[in-house]
């Protein structure tokens, strides 16, 4: 078995060259072909790819979906965000671990199957969604769930359940998933038809710096969500200093809430990796990167396929348009369940071979990213618009939108409406407007941002959505009549605790005690002053923290404080006796009295 | 005019705290004439006789009997204070939470390699409290007004805390004594 092992993971390190930068592609591959790393395993990489052990473990280590120990043949990845178990996911859950005698976090005994939790896995508009190897099925029910168990006890996997494709490119051969788009309003960008190689042309009548300055003009701002100015990043990184420089794209949408790169993905990807041949231009690089998150595997033979379609057209590889030394290629670069990556230096490591990390700054990546050279890292959906910008020209683009965010934002909206799904629309909608348009007129509240965005109370729904006001990445969650806000914090708090990568103290620590005292609060356990620790300490994460997870992870807890008070004042209660009301001595001898075997004296006087 | 009363106790500490009291050496005849002891191992008072102004906790708590002492304190004092870094996190005795208590036991009573115990038996007199799952910090089992840091806290520091509080005054430390590293 070993020898085996060894010659499989030779082979493997070689399609990689043996590179230790493609460590994140060697250990995917690894791990597919054995199911899971091993410390053998970890070894012999290290071995051929020439670092040291403790370097592959890292990264194993790091991100959900890759395992020192054996997985089972099925990995069920049940997704078990807020918005999920607003629909049930609980139940799907206890489905589960009833049909196959296993708890979540468990592997059955005959190596089977696994059950494992994921935080959002951008099926929101179509919950509960769970990944069955890379599978995706959605609008999961009990009966569903008890179906797929059956398949795959009889049949080791759910092919033969036949499960209806969605619509769109859902249905392509290569695709074949059960996702639909719910792609319920267009604006006239992104999903227009649109012609292969009409925007590059453009491009390259322009000298690269023309291309710059239009796509400054026409004030295109990071879809990401922080809204950094695209133009000036890309003039930036051309101006920087390298022999080499790099086009990224962030395809790890992680936010919970967020899922319109998957409809961009699946629609129009010809679009993004356009743009992102107008960005090669733009900036100098010969080489683009599209970090998918790992998530989206199911669409990487249909993303691949497009790219060779490309290839054949000219649009890719060496003399693009005919122009000469224009030469620009793309590769796919997976991810494997890290939150943390859709953060651009995170991704610029976890691209490299690493742990997902984010590094310091400055050096920004426009001095210093991918490999140490100028990279730019845009969104998918910024990608998008540069490439509908080069088409139609800057001024086409600025005059829609507000004034301080110019253009149309894809919003995915989830959660209590009618109408969940990607809605194309200008910057500057105002949340009532959106929540017209998608049936939620009772909303209670809306996160706008997702998990790190903002907690908006009704009376704040006159305001626009736009860098502005409300910033987001695309996220809208619609809460309704009856559901509780505090749940929703304490849901987020647990998503950023498993997700914070640990570097710094602020974060790793902050958010578990944060979460901790919430939980206080919500057991009606909680005193006033709590509540004042509460601010305080998410203050000191926001603003202590090292990268952008830390410094937004206590949002949900800080606007809920802000917006929604009563509800906190509500729970917590002042201490006459100056006691605290969270410790309990019989909870807290318990544990003694079993280890002991005799009762406590004092807490039964 | 009575003086106002002190009193002060160390539950899961070292005494070290107590120890940086009396280092405050010729100036304690000066506190005894500006307060009186109640409760304290200073004195050997076992129990409170009186209300008193403030109380200074060492250590956190560990045991039943420490949680009962800390909630002694606070229905007998308008002010508790912690002393010290083990009253204020948990300090030392708090590098057992992350070992669980059966293995802690075992280690102490069966397994430890200083250990004669021909019972082979962990004990159960009903004289030995009970210990907690953890150790707490005292502000986690009833609300502390102030935290006093250091390992321990200098005797001047001690001294300026008091006498500020004595005179309600506002407590103005030089940054040497309040700086750890």
Known sequence: ?605 | MTKPKIATTSLAGCFGCHMSILDIDDRILKLVELIEFNKSPVNDIKKFTERCLVGLIEGGCCNEENVHVLQDFRKNCDVLISLGDCAIMGGIPAMRNSVPLKECFEEAYLNGVTVFNPAGKIPSDKELPLLLDRVYPCSEIVKMDYHMPGCPPSADTIWETLVALLNNKPLDLPYELVKYD
């Open chain 1, 1 to 605: 078995m070993n020898e085996n092992l060894e010659a499989v993971i030779k082979e493997i390190c070689q399609k990689y060259a043996n590179d230790s930068a493609r460590m994140m592609d060697i250990v995917r591959d690894v791990q597919s072909v054995s199911g899971g790393v091993s410390k053998d395993a970890m070894r012999m990489i290290a071995a051929v790819v020439g670092v040291a052990q403790v370097e592959v473990e890292s990264v194993v280590t790091f991100y959900a979906h890759l395992s020192e120990q054996k997985k089972g043949k099925v990995v069920i990845r049940l997704c078990n965000d807020f918005i999920d178990r607003m629909f049930g996911a609980d139940r799907v859950a206890e489905t589960f671990e009833k049909e196959f005698g296993i708890q979540f976090g468990e592997t059955s005994a005959d190596g089977l199957v696994t059950l494992e939790y994921t935080p959002c896995i951008g099926m929101c508009d179509q919950p509960p969604a769970a990944l069955i190897n890379d599978k995706v099925v959605t609008w999961l029910s009990t009966d569903m769930a008890s179906r797929i168990a059956k398949a795959v006890k009889e049949d080791g996997g759910i092919d033969k359940l036949n499960l209806p494709n969605g619509d769109g490119n859902n249905a392509h051969p290569l695709v074949n998933a059960m996702v639909h788009n719910n792609l319920r309003e267009k604006g006239n960008l992104i999903f227009e038809e649109f012609v292969s190689g009409s925007a590059l042309k453009n491009a390259v009548a322009e000298t690269p710096v023309e291309v710059i300055k239009n796509i400054k003009a026409s004030r295109l701002r990071g879809r990401g969500g922080a809204g950094f100015p695209t133009g000036m990043k890309w003039e930036f990184t051309r101006g920087a200093d390298g022999d080499e420089k790099y086009v990224l794209c962030n395809a790890d949408e992680g936010e919970p809430g967020t899922f319109k790169d998957r409809v961009i993905l699946t629609e129009a990807p010809d679009l993004m990796f356009e743009g992102m041949t107008v960005a090669g231009y733009a900036i100098g690089a010969k080489t683009g990167v599209v970090y998918l998150r790992g998530e989206y595997q199911y669409l990487t033979a249909f993303l691949e396929d497009a790219l060779q379609k490309r290839r054949d057209a000219g649009l890719l590889g060496k003399n693009i348009l005919g122009k000469d030394g224009f030469d620009f290629d793309i590769r796919i670069q997976m991810g494997a369940g890290a939150y943390i990556c859709g953060e651009e230096t995170a991704l610029i490591s976890s691209c490299e071979g690493l742990r997902g990390d984010p590094k310091n700054r400055p050096p920004f990546p426009a001095q210093k990213g991918y490999l140490g050279k100028p990279t730019s890292v845009n969104n998918v959906e910024t990608f998008c618009a540069a490439a509908k910008i080069m088409e139609k020209g800057a001024p086409w683009f600025a005059q829609k939108g507000s004034q301080g965010s110019a253009g149309l934002k894809l919003f995915s909206v989830s959660g209590d409406c009618k109408k969940p799904g990607v809605y194309e629309l200008p910057f500057g909608t105002t949340v009532k407007e959106l929540l017209a348009k998608v049936g939620a007129e009772d909303a209670i509240a809306v996160q706008v941002g997702g998990a790190c965005g903002v907690t908006v109370p009704p009376s704040d729904f006159e305001k626009e959505i736009c860098y502005d006001h409300l910033a987001t990445g695309g996220s809208v969650i619609v809460i309704g009549p009856g559901r509780n806000l505090l749940e929703l914090a304490h849901s987020f708090m647990e998503f950023f605790e498993e997700e914070s990568c640990g570097y710094c103290t602020p974060c790793r620590v902050g958010n578990t005690l944060l979460k901790r005292r919430l939980e206080r609060v919500i057991d009606g356990k909680g005193m006033p002053e709590d509540l004042e620790y509460m601010e305080q300490l998410g203050n000191t994460i926001k603003s202590t923290s090292r990268c952008g997870l830390g410094q937004t992870s206590a949002n949900p807890v800080l606007t809920t404080l802000a917006n929604f008070r009563s509800l906190y004042d509500g729970l917590v209660k002042k201490s006459e006796d100056g006691l605290q009301p969270s410790f309990s001595l019989e909870k807290a001898v318990g544990l003694s009295e079993s280890i002991i075997g005799r009762k406590s004296i004092h807490h039964h006087e």
